[in-house]
């Protein structure tokens, strides 16, 4: 007897994509603490993270408790910083740190200083849902490969922790465990950690089983060389170091720009060659899709402009509460600009079900 069993075939964005939409919304996030571009930044994330959530959320998430960071960072930035206009009441002088003025315009800063990095937060982990961490292990260079290798693994760590957990959890409550207090946490951890060295284990064997730590350098290629493109890299870096430093502190910004270019491309070429001595096999390579494309340019795009526009015009962005508090500005094309990273939500696969037939067997007397 056959049962028909509907699979849904769900295909993601090319990686690189997916970096550039990650690198536009940080920058954005980074750039400017006015609470009306990121309180819109705020909505793009979380309309994008649950469409590529697909409603599947944890209830151990740990990113229940981001939203308490901006309150947590307001109460301290607001009872250690006394500076501001506007005071809302005055705590007895002889507390230590404490004691003094406390000022909306302190309280403010504080609370904007966590919503920046409440918002970051929640872009990695849109990022960590949407990531193919197979796919980001292939984009590193060859001679990076087992440190991309071991940054995968140690990224995908907490997520398969709390994946582990909550099955754990489902079925405790199943056998009629109930957690009350932290007396009931080892029913919980002892087969976390159990599961967690079997894990561990198993990633170990297979590592060793695929010949990880073996690199097959290229032919002819001498020390000397090796050495000359080292010395290129070292040489990228530190171009990279002057151009950043020419942006931040100098007000020669064309030499700057020129320079991180310069800096790039060294860089660039220096991986590039760096990457030929060390041979990996490639069995199957993601392909550039239109809607990748069409991401791709939209969120470089997005991040050059955004660049471009915080160093040539940073009153688009800037807001300060101190020394008195006023209402954040708001630049309509500041707020289409952060519109268009809701991209992904149109360009987004639609999932086609594709039949997979499983054959199952009854026994029965005939």
Not at 168 to 173: F, T
Request: net charge positive; with cysteine; glycine share 10%.
């Amino acid at each position: 007897m056959g049962e028909t069993r509907i699979a849904e075939a769900h295909t993601s964005f090319h990686p690189c994509a997916w970096l550039l939409w990650v690198g536009a919304a940080l920058t954005v996030g980074l750039v400017t603490q006015n609470p009306l571009y990121l309180t819109l930044l705020l909505l793009v994330v979380l309309l994008v993270g649950e469409s590529v959530r697909r409603g599947k959320r944890s209830a151990s998430s740990p990113l229940r408790w981001v939203w308490a960071i901006p309150f947590f960072t307001m109460i301290v930035n607001g009872l250690t910083i006394h500076i501001g206009e506007t005071m809302l009441f005055r705590l007895p002088p002889w507390l230590p740190v404490f004691g003094g003025e406390i000022t909306l315009e302190a309280l403010l800063f504080g609370f904007l200083s966590g919503y920046s990095l409440m918002l970051l937060l929640l872009i990695f982990a849109t990022f960590n849902e949407a990531a193919d961490y197979a796919a980001l292990l292939r984009l590193v260079p060859g001679f990076l490969f087992q440190a991309g290798l071991v940054t995968s693994i140690a990224l995908a760590f907490v997520p398969q922790t709390m994946q582990a957990l909550e099955e754990i959890r489902e079925a405790q409550m199943i056998r009629g465990h109930r957690f009350r207090g932290w007396r009931d946490l080892p029913p919980l951890f002892l087969p976390l950690l159990t599961m967690g060295l079997e894990r561990s284990i198993q990633l170990a064997e297979a590592m060793e089983s695929r010949g990880f730590g073996g690199i097959e350098r290229g032919k002819g290629r001498s020390g000397a060389q090796a050495l000359r493109y080292r010395l290129l890299l070292l040489g990228g870096l530190l171009t990279l170091v002057v151009a950043i430093s020419l942006l931040l502190f100098s007000t020669l910004r064309l030499w700057g720009f020129g320079l991180l270019s310069l800096g790039l491309v060294m860089l660039g070429f220096a991986l590039w060659r760096m990457g030929r001595r060390v041979r990996r096999s490639r069995y199957r390579a993601q392909p550039w899709q239109r809607r990748d494309i069409v991401l791709a340019l939209t969120a470089g795009g997005l991040l050059g402009g955004i660049l471009l526009a915080s160093n040539f015009e940073p009153g688009l962005f800037l807001f300060y509460p101190y020394p008195r508090a006023t209402l954040p500005p708001f630049e309509p094309l500041v707020g289409g600009v952060i519109l268009l990273l809701l991209i992904p939500l149109f360009l987004a696969p639609r999932r086609e079900p594709i039949p997979v037939i499983e054959r199952t067997s009854h026994d029965g007397i005939i």
